[in-house]
Every structure is written in C-alpha cells, then in structure tokens.
C-alpha cells in the first residue's frame, strides 16, 4: 500500500471514531429530552392540544310559591366577534361596521361596540349585539361565513317576567367587572352574568351552577379536529329557588303605590312566609341585564323616590303611633297600668318646662280607647312610668332592633335605643324626654317595614316569636320550626287586640273603614311619623298641613293590621314615604292588600315544589307571561 | 465472505451482481420500509399522497442503484471531471435563470423537468476530488499547496449554493469537501487554521452576507423563546413531540403533536421528530443504528478498496450520508438551527431519493470494483516511495 493509501486509512478509522462520538452525543440528547424532560414535554403537548369553550350553566330559576316564574333564562341569539381571529384593529372596526349594518344596529351601538372592543381581551369573544330576534340571527348566520372571527351564537339570557314588581326581592344580573373576572375567569365569557343585587347576588353561587367547558382538541392553526368528551367539563345547571312570595298579591301591593314612595310587607303569622315584600317605586331588572344606558341609569340615580332603594327592608322608619301597640304590651307586663285605669288627656302633657303634644283633648282615657284613638297623652304617662329600658326590652321581644337572614342582601337592623345605646352614640345620658318620644315611635326609634310586619305578627300569634322566610325551597331555605313562646300574658295580648279591633272597626277608630268581606274583619294601628321638627312658632300660628310642604318634608303614613280578627292568619305592615297620616295614606293601602290575602288565603294552598331535572332543561321562552291565576 | 479473494475477482457481470454488497440493500430496504411506515401514519393512514409514492420510488432507485453499481469504476473516474463542470455550469445557471419557489433560486427548468443542481453537486464534488486525489502523485502530500484546487472546488460552488440561498446544503458540500481534503492527508496545521478561519468566516458570514431569514434562524436557535410562535416555532413544537414521546413513544399515529400539525414539515424534515415522538426513543436507536450500519459499510468499502479513487469515493459518501444523518437529527433535536435538511430514506422527496441511491450505488461500485486500478498512472504503488 502507498503511503497516502495508509495514512487515508489511519484517518478514516480516527474520523469513524469522531462520528460515533457525534452519535452517541445524538443519543446522550434523545435520552435528555424523551427520558429526563420527559413529564415537562408530556404537559406541554396536553397543552398544545387542547383547546377549552366555556359552556355557560344554565342559571337557576326563581319561582313564587305556586310556581310562577320570577326569574328564568329565555332563549338569547347573539353574535360575538374573537379578535384574535380577525386580525388587525382596522379589520376589526370593518367587520363590527359590516355585522352592525347586517342585523340593522344603529350608529351609536356600533361606536359603543367598537370603543368596548378596544380594552376586550383578544382570545375571549366580545359581543357585538344580544337578543337577536330570529330574523337578525337567521341573516347574521347566513352572512357570518364571510367575516373572519365573527361567531353567531345560541345561549340563554336571563329574564324577569315581573320586572319591577320583584326588582327588589330578586335583585338583576350584569355583566361581571373585572374583580369579578379575576376570581372566575369563566365569567369573561358573553353569555354569562353574574348576580349584582338581590337574590341574584347573594345566591349566585347556587343560582349560577358549575360553568362548564367543551374540550375540542385543536390542529396547530387552532381549527377544531374533535370535540373530547370530558364529563368532568359538563356543567351543571344552577339550583331552582322557591320564594314565599306570592306574585299575585305582590303585584297587587306593588300597584297600590301608583305616584307614591313606599312599601309593603305581608306575612303569613303560622310560618313566617312573606307573601309581599313590595318596594315602590322600582326599576326595570331587564334593563341591567345588557348594561343599562347612562341616562336611563341617571334618571333612576336622581328620582327623590329612590326607585333603586329596597325600603321594605333597607329602609327605617320612625315608627309612630304602630309603636304603640307593644307599648301597650309593655306597661301591661311591667303592671303599670291596669286596662282599666283612665289618664286625662288635656291636649298636651308637661314634663319640666317642655310641652308634648296630643293629637285631640281625649279627657279621662283608659288603654283600649287609648289605642283607638292613638291618644299620645296616655302614652306619655306610660312612657313615663316604664321607662327606657322596660320599653327596649318589650320592643326587642317583638321584633324590633334586629336584623333577619332572609337570605337577600341589605336587611337593616333598625334601633330600639336604651340608656346605653345613647350614651354609646348621641354621648349623653337617658332622659325622661327619651321615654317620652320613645313610647309614640319617634325620637331615636327606627324600624323597617319588615320588621314592623313581624311586630305585628308576633301581636297577632298571642306573642309568638314569628320569624320571617323568604325561600321556601333551594338554596338558603330555612327549615321551618315552631316558634318559641314571647312569654306575654293572652289577657293582656286580647287587650291589645281589642284596640287595635277598634282602631278598624269602632267609631273613634283612626282607621275606621268596613274590609268589604262579610264576617271578616283586621284590626290594626295607624302611625304618623314626623320627618321634621314642629317649632313653637308654627305651633302657635297652627301646623302647617302635610300637602302645603315640599314632598320630602311631609309625615311618613304608617299601617299595621292583621286578619281576620277572630282567628289572626296573616299580617300586613305598609309605610308610604312623606304620604301623610298613617290613617288616610297607609290604612286604605294595607287594606286593599289584606283583602285580596284573606279572600286568597294563600298559606292554605298547596305550594309548588320544583322539578330540578326539568327547571334544568327548560327555557322560558314567553317574554311576558303574567301571573294570571 | 465479502471480502476475501483480493485480486481475484470475477469481472464478468454475475461475478459482480454477486459482490454486490446486499446486506446494505437489506439496510437500505429496512429503513425505506420505517419511512413508509411513518409516511403512512403521517397521512393518517393512508397510502396517498406519500407512503405509496416512497416505496415505489425506492424500488425503481435500487434498479438505479444496481445499474450505478455494475457500470466500470473507471467509467465514473472518467466523467468525473465533466459531471463536476455540469453541475457548476447548472448552479450557475440556477444563479441566472433559475426558477424562485418558496423564496429561494434552487430549481431550474428544462421542459418538463425540474432539476436541483446542488442536489448533483453533492455527489459530483466527491466525484472530482476522488479523481483529484487520484491523479497525485507527490512525496509530500500534507503541503497545503496540494489542495488548494480541491478547496476551491468544493468552497465555490458551496458559496455559490448559499447565496441561492440554500445554508443547508452549501454548507454540506463544504463540509464533504473540507473532509475529503483531510482524508487525503493535509497535515493538521492546516486543519486546525482551517477550523479557526471558518469560525472567523462564520461570524464575518453572519453580519455581513446572511439573508435576514437565515440570520433570524441561527438567532432563534440559540434562544427558541425569543420568537415562540414565528421562527422558534418550530423547533420548540418539534422538542414537545420529541419530549413527549417518552422512551417507548406515545404509540404508532397517536402523536397528538405530529397528527393535529404542530410538527410542521412531518413527512420530510422534521419526520424523525415524528417517529421519535410516536416509537419513542427505542425507535430513534434503532433508526440512528441503522444508518451506523450503512456509514459502518461505506467506511469498510473504502478502506478495503484497493484503488484510491474508490476509497475517497466511498467515504466521501459516507461523510455525505453522516452529515444528512447528523444535522437532521441535531436540528431537530433543537442542537443546531434549523436548515432544509432531510433525512435519507424516511423523508419523502424524489429528488434527496435519487441523490442518496445513486450515492449508494457508487459505494456498491467502489465494493464491486474494489480491485480494479484506475486511471493514468497504474502501477502508481510502485512509483512513490
């Protein structure tokens, strides 16, 4: 061999040498990618692959106890549009333009749409228009084929057949904020809502399910090769809800505030169900769903009614004269007072130099006429005679000064004040003015609508401590129980009653007026709370009367009644704001609302119980169904 | 025995069919098969458009093989230099009236026929620095001014090739060439100036004469994250399917990165990514051992073979089949930034087919003859002391 033959050998061998060494270094990098990073790559391919839609869950139905529907999902056609799919800004304007001039969106929706899609994240769909009527959904369907990233959808909207009637009680969704995205990131989705008021709000994880997802398994250009079938991904549907509420009887106390500010409460003494939990004036539910325009939203904002305010439960009142009743309650248990015993009422009642006022000379008075006629005099002298703390202790036996779970956000706790309460916020002692303003439901005395209907009812069971429900069935029911015993004597309760008979049906009754049921009548006790302070000058030159004032420094009229008389079944509390005397501004309300209940008498009927595999499936697709019972 | 009875061959053609070497026919067939196989799953499941057409072609290409294979060696020393000088002339005319397709000026258009010249390159420079080397006769052949004709052989075309711009194979017909020219014996000095002025030339390459693509590349090598979803892109989907596969693979067309498209180019670069993620890395062993068996026949061809042309033509192909081997597998192992580069046998193509069987052939040509003497000088044995 010649010497290059040799040493091309040589080298070949050495270079054969080289190239397995870069082999094994092929495999040394097999071996660290398919073995030691192995768990690393497997999670990275998962993730490659799938590709997750959320499947909103169909959002619990809210029923009335006889099963007419408060709060259900009707169908909802709806086009979006991923901006990730269409690419640039411009395209994305274009297409909103082109999509907007197809389904006929006017002008300034589509500028809305547009400013909203600048700040939507790219890969979640933005809505460009909801509840589509079939026709818009039929033409965006047709068409959308031609638009990148434009996706015409099916899903369910949430609908409140009753609208303002219940706006309070059931409260709206909305389109969640971004605090709320952060802590369910599913909520990003259109078709969602999330509960912002009411019932809606403080049952939303119920009411709102388990948000699902389909799981499609996706090619590298995001197409959709197959949807995966994921049962942990299905999403179950939210909770049915049974209220107490009766719709009927609720629309009917609703429409007896036509023009006025107020509420009502009625309740059925042997359970507890609040048949009406009214709020007036109210505002539209359905208006919130989509986002409410700024100038309808304004114009709630700045009504002096307050239509956004739930006052059946929010809202405390002085309660007045109503106060009345368990005052009564109270100078009878502490044998203050025998029913027997008359006080002369002159007009006025002088305690040091400062002079209280009645509303009428009564003369030598005893307690059933004393609450007849709501004579203050009478009252003074038993607020006298009690005290403050004999009187906290009666009131707070009767319902007041607490707050009730009614499983809805915002129930006010009112104030029964005591020597200790006023030195903790107004910083001075008691005083014998305080009993004095105490004993007729003014001075510090606040209570709610719904916390004076359990007052009554509680008068009404002979001293039973009714507690109010709201939901009957599903999420935050409260198992009925029997109510304790207050401990109030029966004698000294038909005392009571016997007044509040004759406050209806007697002459010198202050809400004397026949309840148009043969047989059947309520007893009650008007209230007629000051909102502003008499002054000695006008005092002298005469009061002025309630319809010369400005509306919101009129008296706040206040009813209490329960029925029928012989066998009490329910109770009724009504407040109109600034309305004037309880007499001629609440009474006659309250008596409408009673009558339709004792001519319905609800609590004897057989009440709805859902069927959680059908509320699941269903979608109410009537837009206005009433309760026509 | 395949290789006893030197100097005693059969010249008469069924003496040569039967020194074919047909244990690398069995290689060669064995890794067509495994390419046929994934080409197969890369269709999911179909024979259309790529697994039929893969075995078809190999099948014709073997008769090629046999053909290139039985044809006198000294036939092939003879046309080396012309077959050298037509594929130049071809390169040049691809520079000139060449035809654009996916960005780059590879192919040339005669009538029907689409040609890729530098695809002939590979094989033609082997040719003519065989013949080169062959053809010397000198005391000492370590002197660097030996080689300088093969160097400027090999590195013009490999400049002209890149500039197409095709880095891939330019650059493997420079490496094939700087090989060949260190088998041949140039003294390691000039190996090791070499190697530094090419890392020199690499950086100088990088700033100044690199398409921005190709720049983009080498940077997205060396960082992936930079351009996850553009450039980086694919080798970053190429080691999830790979990482993925696991030691045993996630199972024949189950590669979820492979069949939903992640893996991009399955059927021809990145098909190795795709059986290493559904065989596992026991397939990668056994397909990288496959090809070890058909370098390991071409390194004995050559160092067995009793002519010098023989022995630079068999290893020269070899280096070639390593070098498509190695790159593949390091590219997409995320070891080099990624370069048009297939791999022999189990990518589809045609054309790298026809280049690699024909190479092939010429390694079985080189057994075939292996004691034939070429060329001017017979009797150079005795001539150089």
């Known amino acids: 061999m010649s010497d290059k033959e040799v040493l091309f050998d040589r080298r070949a061998i050495l270079l054969s040498g080289f190239g397995g060494l870069a082999f094994s270094a092929l495999g040394l990098r097999m071996a660290q990618l398919q073995i030691f990073q192995n768990s ?8 490659n692959q799938f590709n997750l839609v959320v499947l909103p869950a169909s959002r619990g139905p809210v029923y009335d106890r006889f099963g007419i529907p408060l709060a259900v999902n009707r169908r909802d056609f709806r086009v979006t549009i991923i901006k990730d799919e269409v690419g640039r800004r411009q395209d994305v304007e274009n297409t909103i333009d082109a999509v907007g001039a197809i389904i006929g969106m006017d002008v300034v929706s589509i500028a809305k749409v547009k400013e909203q899609s600048k700040t939507s994240l790219r890969f979640v769909p933005t809505q460009i ?83 699902g997802a389909t799981k499609y398994e996706v090619n590298a250009h995001g197409k959709i090769a197959r949807e995966v079938y994921d049962p942990s991904l299905t999403p179950v549907p939210g909770e049915p809800i049974v209220l107490t509420i009766d719709a009927e009887l609720q629309q009917l106390a609703y429409d007896q505030f036509v023009g006025e500010s107020g509420s009502a409460v009625v309740m059925d003494i042997q359970t507890g169900d609040i048949l009406v939990l009214a709020s007036a004036p109210a505002f539209d539910p359905n208006k919130f769903i989509d986002g409410i325009g700024s100038a309808d939203y304004s114009a709630y904002l700045n009504n002096e009614y307050r239509p956004l305010y739930h006052k059946a439960i929010r809202g405390t ?164 129980v029997p109510f304790a015993n207050i401990g109030s004597k029966l004698e000294n309760l038909q005392v009571v009653h016997g007044g509040m008979f004759g406050v209806t049906n007697e002459g010198g009754g202050t809400a004397r007026a026949d309840l148009g049921i043969e047989g059947v009548q309520i007893a009650g006790k008007t209230g007629t709370s000051q909102v502003r302070r008499i002054t000695m000058a006008e005092r002298r030159g005469g009061v002025r009367s309630n319809a010369s004032l400005p509306w919101k420094f009129r008296d706040n009229g206040l009813f209490v009644c329960f029925g029928p008389f012989d066998s009490p079944r329910y109770c009724c509390a009504v407040v109109v704001e600034h309305g004037g005397g309880g007499g001629r501004a609440a009474a006659p309300r309250a008596r409408a609302i009673m009558k339709a209940t004792l001519l319905k008498n609800p609590g004897n009927m057989p009440i709805f119980e859902p069927n959680r595999a059908a509320a699941a499936a269903s979608t109410d697709d009537s837009k206005t169904k009433k309760a026509g019972r | 025995m395949p290789f006893s009875n030197f100097g005693q061959d059969n010249n008469s053609l069924f003496g040569k069919i039967k020194r074919l070497e047909w244990g690398l026919v069995l290689l060669l067939t064995l890794l067509t098969c495994y390419g046929t196989v994934l080409l197969y799953g890369a269709a999911e499941g179909n024979w259309q458009p790529w697994a039929l057409d893969h075995i078809t072609r190999f099948a014709a290409m073997l008769c090629l ?233 071409g390194i004995f061809v050559a160092i067995s073979s009793r002519n010098y042309f023989g022995k630079l033509l068999a290893a020269g192909i070899s280096v070639l089949i390593f070098i498509y081997v190695s790159i593949n597998a390091a590219m997409i192992m995320g070891l080099m930034p990624v370069v048009g580069m297939p791999m022999p046998l189990l990518s589809y193509g045609g054309s790298v087919m026809l280049s690699i069987m024909f190479a092939i052939g010429l390694v079985q040509n080189v057994k075939v003859h292996r004691n034939k003497t070429i060329g001017t000088n017979f009797g150079s044995r005795q001539n150089v002391k």
């Open chain 1, 40 to 47: 690393q790559y497997r999670t990275e391919a998962s993730e």
């Open chain 1, 129 to 211: 228009a909801g509840q589509l009527s079939w026709e818009q959904y039929s033409k965006i369907s047709l068409y959308s084929a031609n638009f990148v990233g434009v996706h015409p959808e099916m899903g369910e909207a949430r609908h409140y057949p009753l609208g303002e009637a219940f706006a309070h009680v059931i409260g709206y969704v909305a389109k969640a904020t971004s605090e709320e995205v952060k802590l369910d990131p599913a909520t990003n989705n259109p078709g969602i809502r999330v509960g912002k008021e009411g019932l809606e709000k403080s049952q939303e994880i119920p009411l709102k399910g388990r948000h």
């Open chain 1, 317 to 480: 009142y002085p309660p007045g004269s109503t106060f009345k009743t368990i005052m009564s309650i109270a100078a009878l248990e502490n044998q203050v007072v025998t029913p027997e015993e008359t006080v002369f009422c002159p007009g006025s009642y002088r305690v040091g130099n400062a002079l209280f006022h009645c509303g009428g000379r009564h003369g030598n008075i005893a307690m059933h006429n004393a609450i007849k006629a709501s004579c203050d005099v009478y009252f003074y002298e038993m607020g006298k005679r009690l005290g403050g703390e004999k009187m906290a202790e009666t009131a707070r036996k009767y319902g007041l000064g607490a707050a009730y779970d009614l499983g809805i956000p915002g129930v006010a706790k009112g104030v029964i004040p005591d020597a200790a309460w006023k030195l903790n916020r107004v910083k001075t002692g008691w005083e014998i003015y305080d009993s004095i303003n105490m004993v007729i439901g003014q001075g510090y005395v606040a209570a709610s609508p719904l916390q004076l209907a359990v007052m009554a009812a509680r008068i009404a069971s002979f001293g039973k401590a009714v507690v109010p429900r709201l939901i009957k069935s599903g999420a935050g029911a409260v198992p009925a």
């Open chain 2, 65 to 297: 093989m046999v053909i290139v294979a039985l044809i006198d060696i000294r036939f092939w020393y003879y046309v080396a230099y012309p077959a050298y000088a037509i594929s130049l002339l071809l390169i040049i005319g691809v520079d000139l009236f060449g035809e654009i397709s996916m960005g780059a000026q590879r192919w040339l258009r005669l009538g029907p026929v689409r040609l890729q010249p530098s695809e002939f390159m590979k094989i033609t420079i082997i040719l003519a620095l065989a013949r080169y080397y062959q053809d010397l006769n000198v005391r000492n052949i370590a002197a660097i001014k030996h080689h300088i004709i093969p160097i400027l052989l090999a590195l013009f075309p490999a400049a002209m090739i890149m500039k197409q711009p095709d880095l891939g194979t330019g650059t493997v017909i420079a490496l094939v060439g700087a090989v060949l020219v260190l088998l041949a014996g140039v003294s390691w000095r000039w190996v090791a100036a070499a190697m530094g002025s090419a890392i020199i030339g690499g950086f100088v390459g990088f700033t100044y004469f690199m398409h921005d693509f190709q720049r983009k590349r080498i940077l997205t090598f060396l960082n992936p994250e930079r351009d996850p979803l553009g450039e980086g892109y694919q080798i970053t989907q190429s080691k999830i399917a790979i990482g993925s596969g696991g030691v045993f693979g996630v199972g024949y067309m189950r590669g979820t990165q492979s069949q939903l498209d992640f893996l991009p180019e399955r059927h021809t670069d990145f098909v190795f990514a795709m059986l290493l993620e559904e065989f596992g890395m026991i397939g990668g062993l056994l397909a990288l051992g496959l090809y070890l068996g058909v370098i390991g026949f």
